[in-house]
């Protein structure tokens, strides 16, 4: 581990302390909305503006999402709330985080000590009716800890950090009582954070690693896939697998947050797999596949299709999580650990064995399957579009997928928007596609964007989402025009709650109840709050203003009328 050690020799109260330690390890941007209990982290800040600064959401947990989206482009970000209400605005946020293995550090005040137990103002410790808030927080992060004194401020960050990427990434949370920020302290020297190197047992375990029986088991498969989840990315893997799956000429796929980590115009790729990933990869995963590896993925609901892939598939899995290898599934070879330290070390290992692993017929059936079950652009869909005088969101989904530039990242929302996005849009690069698919929170992507945007300057972010998603974050574009991102967010407008308007429709015998939204002027909408906006009724209308607009930099919103009547194929409902 590379341990940098930061000499401190003036006195510094608690508050200058955590924004030192911030500093110092790689945080130079913090979301949140002020309050009294940790005003002096950010007159901190603000004697520190040469190294950080704060960014001021309109709500806490728009402040959630935009760390999430900065982490997710840059490996690490922070949010800091108030006690009570800022907090447990935070939780959503935070929760979405940590569903999706993402490092985002969570600050928050608390009542000063002495207060404690009395009822304090915007008190949460659990005393009495006070909502218990570092409990809260231990369910949604991996630490949730209390920093009891200032000389306290510095291991408990420090380990938290630490324990932001230790195994499995995700957000944890560390709260200051209000004194302790305004005690001083002289902290002398301490050291910053690192990500924790590959320990000696997870190499030992390698070394004596069966891999030649898993090669032999291997080679005795026809119609082998590489399942490639999150964890290749976290563990920066991206080359190690990309490697062995070309080498052996193996089909892969991903999983729904892995889009876009490999190829998907190679030949060998079968896209995204899951309820709505590609038809091609869903013949071949429950057709004739017979041998599954799979790294860094959980086989959740929607990612194995309903858990319909059969236990006997899953030759091996890899996963750095304990908790979360046997889940579900348990394959027949497993190993605990970092999906590249094993890669790595398989990819050694097959060097001597290509000969006797080459896949053929497995390569021709994913040809076959692309063509004739669906691939992209190949999948057909059977709902006719009769509104000439709105657009039909597959013809809409189509086009952004055509028309965005493969380093322009795509932050997609959640319901019938989102499910277009993950069964449409075709990436290439790593961080092109995101998608809040665990927790699966409408209105993420709107105040996600913003913090993509502000990790990755010089970039156009595309924002995409539903009118009802848009309506639970809207109002964060103001926060996207203060601090002069570069967003283009696109509202697909059909009118209703779309997913459970067609449950109603298809479901309940058209017993429609709380599925129509209100009728709003998202363009006057945004204009009010300082983002630029048009509004489109025809595919040929958006094809033009899209293209103009990923030219220009600055926020626009784009405002698409889309038909109501077109749900996505195939339905959730499966």
């Known amino acids: 581990m590379t341990i940098a050690i930061r000499e401190t020799v003036r006195t510094m109260t608690g508050a200058e302390l955590i924004v030192d330690v911030l500093t110092q390890n790689g945080f130079h941007q913090v979301f949140g909305v002020p309050g009294r209990r940790v005003l002096p982290i950010y007159d901190a800040i603000y004697r520190a503006a040469d190294k950080i600064r704060i960014v001021a959401s309109q709500n806490e947990q728009g402040a959630a999402f935009m760390a999430d989206g900065y982490a997710r482009a840059r490996g690490r970000s922070c949010c800091l709330g108030i006690s009570g209400p800022g907090l447990l605005n935070m939780v959503t946020g935070v929760a979405a985080s940590y569903y999706d293995s993402v490092p985002v550090l969570v600050l928050g005040g608390q009542a000063q000590t002495k207060s404690i137990g009395k009822y304090a103002i915007q008190e949460a410790t659990g005393h ?71 320990s000696e047992d997870a190499s030992a375990r390698l070394e004596k690693w069966p891999f030649q029986a898993l090669v032999a088991d291997l080679s005795r498969a026809k119609f082998p896939v590489i399942l490639v989840g999150q964890g290749v990315n976290a563990s920066g893997a991206r080359d190690e697998v990309k490697r062995i799956a070309e080498g052996l000429g193996i089909p892969f796929v991903t999983t729904t947050l892995a889009k876009g980590t490999l190829p998907e115009d190679s030949e060998l790729s079968l896209g995204s797999c899951g309820i709505w990933g590609q038809p091609a990869a869903k013949e071949y995963l429950l057709g004739p596949c017979d041998a599954i590896l799979a790294f860094g993925t959980t086989f959740q609901e929607l990612s194995s299709y309903g858990w319909r892939i059969r236990n006997e598939q899953i030759l091996l899995r890899v996963d750095i ?77 189509k086009a952004i997928s055509r028309l965005t530039p493969q380093d322009v990242p795509i932050i997609s929302d959640v319901g019938e928007n989102g499910a277009w996005s993950m069964y449409l849009i075709q990436r290439e690069k790593v961080g092109s596609y995101v998608i809040n698919a665990g927790l699966g929170t409408m209105g993420h992507a709107v105040a996600a964007a913003v913090g993509v945007s502000l990790a990755l300057p010089g970039n156009k972010i595309v924002s995409i989402c539903g009118d009802g998603g848009f309506m639970m974050n809207g109002n964060e574009i103001a926060t996207a025009a203060k601090y002069r991102s570069d967003v283009l967010w696109i509202v ?79 339905c959730y409902f499966y």
């Open 128 to 198: 009495g009716r006070s909502p218990d808030q570092l409990e809260i927080f231990r369910r949604i992060t991996k630490k949730a800890t209390r920093a009891q004194t200032a000389d306290d401020i510095v291991p408990v960050l420090t380990a938290s950090i630490e324990e932001m990427f230790a195994g499995r990434p995700g957000p944890v949370y560390i709260e200051f009582p209000t004194d302790i920020l305004h005690q001083e302290i002289a902290p002398g020297a301490y050291r910053s954070s690192a990500k924790p190197p590959v």
């Open 321 to 397: 999580d304990e908790g979360e290898l046997h889940r579900n599934y348990s394959g027949k070879h497993s190993f605990l650990g970092d999906a590249k330290d094993f890669l790595t070390a398989f990819e050694r290992c097959l060097s001597m064995d290509r000969e006797q692993t080459q896949f053929p017929e497995a390569k021709a059936l994913v040809a076959t399957l692309k063509n004739d079950a669906g691939f992209y652009a190949t999948i057909q869909h059977t709902q006719e579009h009769v509104r000439s005088d709105l657009v039909n969101p597959i013809a809409l989904v």
């Open 492 to 570: 697909f407008n059909n009118g209703i709650l779309g997913t459970q308007k067609h449950y109603q429709r298809d479901y309940l015998d058209g017993r429609y109840i709380a599925s129509d939204m209100p009728d709003i002027d998202y363009c006057r909408y945004a204009e009010s709050l300082g983002v630029s906006a048009t509004r489109v009724k025809t595919i040929d209308e958006f094809d033009t203003e899209y293209k103009r607009l990923l030219k220009i930099k600055g926020n626009h919103l784009i405002e698409v009328c889309v038909d109501p009547n077109i749900k996505p194929e195939p």
